[in-house]
């Protein structure tokens, strides 16, 4: 079965810094798909980036990009220039490209805080 | 607007008494699921559906039940709530498979329902 660890249950970053949070994960399969969710203080789910095994690029998407290393099965998401607004906790995921369903298996969180 | 409703967002009951949690997409998705997130291990997978009538188990289905009658429709049932089903549920929806480029298959979350079972 899939498994996905995040490390570190708390960060802490200044505004305007850079932070990079850790993801690992262990699975056989060949293809499957990664995710970063937000979580703020709303509790609402947010999308923040997404990542292909067969691509080799690195996602971006604006502040956000990850650092994906599939042969040591890593994904980290690294946030520049940090927001106020980027405090939250943070969810790394795993889909698997085949089999049934949709389902995601989710990390345990980062809570990442930032000082102004 | 693209949403995923849940309702209702907030609930105290008693155990043993039944309840329905409702959710609803307006994005025409195939796939829809339930999860639940507890401090420490994050989000888990309750029940999911491929499609109109096509349900199956996640990861903790014990004490949980599900339908799927409509394609836009899918309510979680708490036949006996019992006070370790107090937690955060959220229901997903996305298209069933996820194409070379583009955002099918990406889930997107309802807003949440806190329940507290006494």
Not at chain 1, 18 to 37: H, I, K, R
Not at chain 1, 68 to 81: C, T, W
Not at chain 2, 21 to 50: A, F, K
């Amino acid at each position: 079965a899939q498994t996905v660890t995040q490390s570190q249950p708390e960060m802490s970053v200044q505004e305007a810094e850079t932070v990079t949070l850790s993801c690992t994960y262990d699975t056989s399969e060949s293809d499957y798909y990664l995710f970063w969710y937000k979580q703020p203080p709303s509790r609402q789910m947010i999308l923040v980036i997404r990542q292909e095994a067969y691509k080799q690029q690195n996602a971006t998407e604006n502040r956000f990009s990850v650092n994906f290393q599939k042969a040591a099965k890593s994904f980290s998401l690294k946030i520049s220039d940090s927001q106020l607004g980027d405090a939250a906790m943070y969810f790394c995921a795993y889909r698997s490209a085949s089999g049934r369903g949709n389902k995601l298996i989710f990390g345990t969180g980062t809570l990442l805080a930032v000082q102004p | 607007e693209a949403q995923v409703t849940q309702n209702p967002r907030y609930l105290i009951t008693v155990t043993g008494k039944k309840l329905t949690v409702t959710c609803s997409q307006n994005m025409n998705h195939e796939y829809m699921s339930w999860y639940r997130q507890d401090p420490g291990l994050g989000l888990r997978q309750i029940y999911y559906s491929m499609n109109v009538e096509v349900t199956d188990k996640g990861d903790v289905p014990e004490g949980y039940k599900v339908s799927r009658k409509e394609k836009r429709n899918f309510p979680l049932i708490l036949e006996s709530p019992s006070p370790n089903q107090t937690s955060l549920y959220f229901c997903a929806s996305s298209f069933n498979s996820i194409p070379s480029s583009g955002p099918a298959g990406t889930q997107y979350f309802g807003p949440g329902t806190r329940l507290t079972v006494l």
